[in-house]
C-alpha cells in the first residue's frame, strides 16, 4: 500500500492523451479549443464585467488585483456556468474516452489514499472469514483500489505515446515519425517532471510557513489515524537547509537509473513514485518503437510479443503494461478505430506488405460486437478488483493465487495487471463504456487528473487533516461516530482537493505544457 502511494500548432489529439503526457483533448491545448487561459477569462463576459467595475470605482491597482485573482480562484466549471456567452461544446475525438478513463482513475487513487489512513481498504471480502462489509466486495472496491488505478495509468500511457508514431509508421511517413519521435522525447522529461517540480517546491515553501507544523501530531496520532501513517514532510533547521534538502531529493526523484521499487518516492509527497516509473518506461517505449518502425506489423508484434514475456519474466510489471498500451493502439489503428466514419469510408489500400485493411462492419454486426466487449469488461473489472493486500485468505482468491507464478514479486498486481489491460481493450471497442467515460463529468476529471494526482496529498496532509481532526473532536474517534466523522470530513475535503487541483491545472499544468512546446520550437533547428 506504500505506493499510493517542432510545430507553433497544437498538438494533434494523440499526443494528449495519457494521465501525465501532453495534453487531454478538452484541455487548453485541444485542436477543437485553442483557448489559452488568457483567452478563457476574456471570454467571460462577467469576468470582463468585474473589471469595468473596478475602472468605474476607480479601485487601485491592488484592489483590482485581488478581485481577478478571486475570479481565477473560482473552479472552471463554475466560471462556464457563470458566462453568458455560453462555451461552445467541444466535438470530442474518438479516444476522448481515455482521457475520462484516466480522470475518474486520478480521483480513485485519490479515495484510496484519503480513506486508507481511517479504514483498512487493502484486505478484500471475507478475508480469512472476516470482512464482509460491501465496500469490500469485487466492482465495488475499484471505486478506492489505488494499484489497479495505477495499472490503468500505465496501459493509456504506452497507448498514448504510441498511436501516434505508429500511425505514422504503418503509412510509411518516416520523416513525420522522426519528427514526432524527436518531440516526444524531448518534451517528456519536462511535462512530467516540471509540475512535481512546483507543487513539491510549494509543499518546501508551506513547511518553512509552519502549516505542516499544525498537523505533524495528528499525522501520527492514532486516537485519529487508525490505519496507515503516511509519511509527513520534515522541518529542516533552516531555509537554506530545507532547500538543499528539497534539491537533493528532486535530484533523487529524477531517479532513471534504477528499477527498484517505489525508487526516485520523494518525502515531499510520497504519492509521487509512478512518475520517475512513467519516464523509465517511456523511454524505454520510445527505443522499442524506433526500432520497430520500419518492420512488418506482424514481425513488429511478433518482436513485442518476446519483448513483453521477456520483462514479465524479469518481474517489469510496469513494462509490460506500456509495451500492451502499445499493442492496443496499434490494434485499433489496424481496425480504423479512429478514422472518422469509419463504415461509410471506401477500404484504404494496403499500408505496408501483408497488411489488409479491415472491411467496414455491418451495423448489426457492430452492434452485437459492442454488447461482446462490454460484456468482456466485466471478467477485466473482476480481475482488477484483486485486494491490495493479496489474494492470500479470500474467496474465490484462493483459487485464482494458484496460477500466479512463484517468481511474480508482487502477487497482488498480478491479476490487477491483466484486468486492465483487459478492461482498456474492451473499453476501446465497446460504445457503452465509451459514451460513459466520454460524458462531460468524467472529461472534467480528465482534464485535471494529473493536477489531481499532485495535489491530494499536500492538500490531505494541511487542510484535509485540519478539517479530520476538528470534525473527529466533535463527533468522537470510536465505533460509528468515527465512521461519520470521516462522513461528514469528506463533504469538506473532497471538493477541497478538486477545487486545489483545478486551481493548480490552470495555474501550472496547462503553462508548463504551453512552456515546453516554445521551448522545444525556441531550441529546435527551422526547417
Not at 510549494?202 to 501530531?217: A, H, W
Not at 484462493?398 to 489491460?421: A, C, H, V
Not at 478492461?423 to 471497442?429: K, M, Q, Y
Request: aromatic residues 16%; charged residues 20%; proline residues 5%.
Amino acid at each position: 500500500m506504500n505506493g499510493y502511494a517542432v510545430s507553433r500548432t497544437s498538438l494533434s489529439h494523440e499526443e494528449k492523451l495519457s494521465l501525465i503526457d501532453d495534453r487531454s483533448l478538452s484541455d487548453v491545448e485541444s485542436e477543437s479549443a485553442r483557448i489559452d487561459l488568457d483567452g478563457r477569462f476574456s471570454n467571460i463576459q462577467w469576468a470582463a464585467s468585474a473589471k469595468t467595475y473596478c475602472n468605474g470605482l476607480r479601485l487601485s491597482s491592488w484592489s483590482s488585483t485581488i478581485l481577478r485573482t478571486g475570479v481565477f480562484l473560482l473552479p472552471s466549471f463554475f466560471q462556464h456556468r457563470c458566462a453568458r456567452d455560453r462555451f461552445r461544446t467541444e466535438k470530442l475525438h474518438p479516444t476522448a474516452y481515455l482521457d475520462g478513463m484516466r480522470g475518474l482513475a486520478a480521483l480513485f487513487v485519490f479515495f484510496c489514499h484519503y480513506f486508507y489512513t481511517a479504514f483498512n481498504i487493502a484486505e478484500g471480502w471475507g478475508h480469512n472469514g472476516v470482512n464482509h462489509e460491501i465496500w469490500r466486495l469485487p466492482f465495488v472496491r475499484l471505486l478506492y483500489s489505488g494499484p489497479s488505478m495505477v495499472c490503468i495509468f500505465f496501459v493509456i500511457s504506452g497507448y498514448a505515446l504510441s498511436l501516434k508514431p505508429l500511425k505514422q509508421a504503418r503509412s510509411r511517413s518516416f520523416d513525420g515519425f522522426s519528427q514526432t519521435m524527436t518531440s516526444f522525447i524531448f518534451r517528456r522529461f519536462f511535462r512530467l517532471y516540471l509540475p512535481p517540480f512546483i507543487s513539491t517546491f510549494g509543499v518546501m515553501i508551506l513547511l518553512r510557513l509552519g502549516v505542516y507544523e499544525m498537523t505533524r501530531d495528528f499525522a501520527s496520532d492514532r486516537k485519529y489515524i487508525h490505519n496507515v501513517i503516511e509519511h509527513h514532510p520534515v522541518l529542516e533547521e533552516t531555509t537554506q537547509k530545507q532547500l538543499w534538502h528539497w534539491m537533493k531529493e528532486m535530484y533523487d526523484f529524477v531517479h532513471i537509473w534504477g528499477w527498484e521499487k517505489f525508487g526516485g518516492a520523494t518525502g515531499y509527497d510520497v504519492h509521487l513514485w509512478t512518475i520517475p516509473v512513467e519516464f523509465r518506461c517511456s523511454m524505454m517505449l520510445f527505443l522499442v518503437m524506433l526500432g520497430t518502425a520500419r518492420l512488418r506489423t506482424g514481425i513488429r508484434f511478433l518482436c513485442l510479443g518476446i519483448l513483453m514475456w521477456f520483462v514479465l519474466r524479469s518481474d517489469r510489471w510496469e513494462m509490460l503494461l506500456f509495451f500492451w498500451g502499445m499493442v492496443i493502439a496499434e490494434l485499433d489503428l489496424i481496425r480504423g478505430a479512429h478514422e472518422p466514419n469509419a463504415p461509410q469510408l471506401p477500404s484504404p489500400a494496403p499500408l505496408l506488405p501483408l497488411e489488409k485493411a479491415p472491411d467496414p462492419a455491418p451495423a448489426r454486426k457492430r452492434k452485437s460486437s459492442n454488447y461482446l466487449w462490454t460484456a468482456l469488461s466485466v471478467p477485466a473489472l473482476y480481475l482488477m478488483s484483486e485486494p491490495d493486500a493479496g489474494p492470500t485468505g479470500v474467496p474465490g482468491w484462493n483459487y485464482l493465487e494458484t496460477f500466479i507464478p512463484e517468481w511474480f514479486s508482487d502477487k497482488y498486481r498480478y491479476y490487477q495487471m491483466i484486468g486492465s489491460i483487459l478492461f482498456v481493450l474492451c473499453a476501446a471497442r465497446s460504445a457503452a463504456w465509451q459514451r460513459a467515460f466520454n460524458a462531460p463529468t468524467v472529461q472534467y476529471f480528465g482534464r485535471i487528473s494529473y493536477a489531481l494526482y499532485l495535489m491530494h496529498g499536500p492538500v490531505m496532509h494541511t487542510a484535509g487533516f485540519a478539517v479530520q481532526r476538528r470534525v473527529w473532536d466533535r463527533t468522537g474517534t470510536e465505533g460509528c461516530a468515527y465512521n461519520w466523522g470521516m462522513v461528514v470530513a469528506s463533504v469538506i475535503n473532497i471538493p477541497l482537493v478538486i477545487w486545489a487541483a483545478d486551481v493548480f491545472w490552470r495555474a501550472v499544468d496547462a503553462p508548463t505544457v504551453r512552456f515546453t512546446k516554445w521551448l522545444e520550437a525556441k531550441l529546435s533547428i527551422q526547417e
